[in-house]
């Protein structure tokens, strides 16, 4: 990955390269920007241009081979740690090393991809995955052999944010007293979940989301009409992995739209109909038994159709990027979605989306938050 294969964030390449070229890598970096902004892509090239840049001479081949073992994730220099569970390949203490098959097949079809794209690739939808102390003893291991190429050595955490504590501490420990040569890059979409010791002690690389015609243009690079570019680009919201999944029509929205669509449905029809709480209890079952990543994928559309509703009710329709793929009328639904309730409804939201990360009971939460929002779409504005 080179810096010329990743769109936009022109600013930050050229902070990093200076950096390169006065000698000042910090050895501890945190790369933080939200989904879709290509924070994993940039740290990959960057960590290219701090391994290859220098070794050799050009001439000889040298930068050319360093660069070929970077394009094929085999660099031995080169180490990536990311959020793992065990799953039918590894029975138990499953580490990032067991599945780097599988890494390298995630950054050749998705680099822009997020974590729940990366758990479907595992089929570990329905279990937390997490970075523990085995593989924070794995990282200081490896950084504190000697390079196998003489040069630097670096490791690349992604989704930093699901460090456990014991993990976090044995970076800290590694990141307050570095070997000489080594780069450990967190990449991050939310920075307050990471150990605030351990934030406060990496160099910080802040990534804004990626603007509309950025993505246009990177869409064009990947063959699409100039008029359905701009369309998606608008629609993806400032996520590059958004805007590819819609373009090549693998999105798993439509398919929450169907969800939300007989949820808000039931919901209304509620309100004084045993029959229809009965459909809500039926539909909380539905969702409860899909993993536990989709519930929360999930509850996050939910949050962004309500506010885009909210938006419609208002008339700011030059913020409305949301089109419905079902023959659900965004227009006839919005005037339910109003200052009256609207704060309410994301509060229940983000409530169970914190109850489904902490392992509830999902049929539990979901009839529950159905409940609430029965009452909550009925309540005047």
């Given at each position: ?77 080169m180490h990536f ?160 992995n958004k805007a ?62 309500f506010r885009q ?73």
């Amino acid at each position: 990955m080179l810096f010329q294969d990743v769109i936009g964030h022109e600013g930050v390449k050229k902070d990093l390269l200076y950096s390169v070229a006065q000698q000042r890598v910090a050895h501890a970096q945190l790369f933080v920007g939200p989904e879709g902004s290509g924070t994993l892509p940039l740290a990959i090239a960057y960590a290219q241009y701090v391994l290859c840049e220098n070794q050799g001479n050009e001439n000889t081949g040298g930068n050319a081979a360093c660069n070929l073992k970077m394009e094929q994730i085999s660099h031995p220099d080169m180490h990536f740690v990311f959020p793992v569970a065990n799953n039918n390949k590894v029975k138990s203490k499953a580490t990032s090393s067991d599945f780097m098959d599988e890494w390298r097949q995630f950054l050749k079809q998705q680099p822009f991809g997020n974590l729940f794209d990366w758990y479907q690739l595992l089929g570990i939808e329905n279990k937390q995955g997490q970075i523990g102390v085995d593989e924070a003893q794995s990282i200081v291991k490896k950084l504190s052999l000697k390079s196998y190429e003489g040069g630097w050595k670096v490791v690349i955490v992604w989704c930093a944010e699901k460090l456990n504590i014991a993990a976090s501490n044995k970076l800290l420990k590694l990141i307050e007293e570095p070997p000489e040569k080594t780069l450990l890059l967190l990449v991050v979409e939310n920075e307050e979940l990471l150990l605030e010791t351990l934030r406060s002690r990496c160099q910080k690389v802040l990534l804004p989301s990626l603007s509309a015609p950025i993505i246009e243009s990177g869409l064009l690079s990947l063959g699409c009409e100039a008029n359905e570019a701009k369309k998606i680009a608008f629609q993806a919201q400032g996520n590059f992995n958004k805007a590819v999944d819609l373009l090549n029509n693998d999105s798993e929205d439509l398919h929450f739209e169907k969800w939300f669509v007989s949820w808000v449905r039931a919901a209304f029809k509620a309100r004084g109909n045993k029959s229809a709480i009965l459909e809500l209890v039926a539909w909380s079952q539905q969702v409860a038994g899909s993993g536990r990543e989709t519930q929360k994928k999930f509850l996050d559309y939910c949050v962004v159709f309500f506010r885009q509703a909210l938006l419609v009710n208002y008339d700011v329709s030059e913020l409305v990027y949301l089109e419905p793929k079902t023959k659900f009328e965004l227009w006839k639904f919005a005037p339910f979605i109003h200052g009256n309730n609207i704060l309410d409804i994301v509060k229940e939201l983000e409530e169970a989306n914190y109850h489904i990360e902490r392992n509830g009971n999902a049929k539990m939460i979901f009839t529950d938050l159905s409940i609430k929002l029965t009452r909550l779409l009925h309540r005047p504005s």
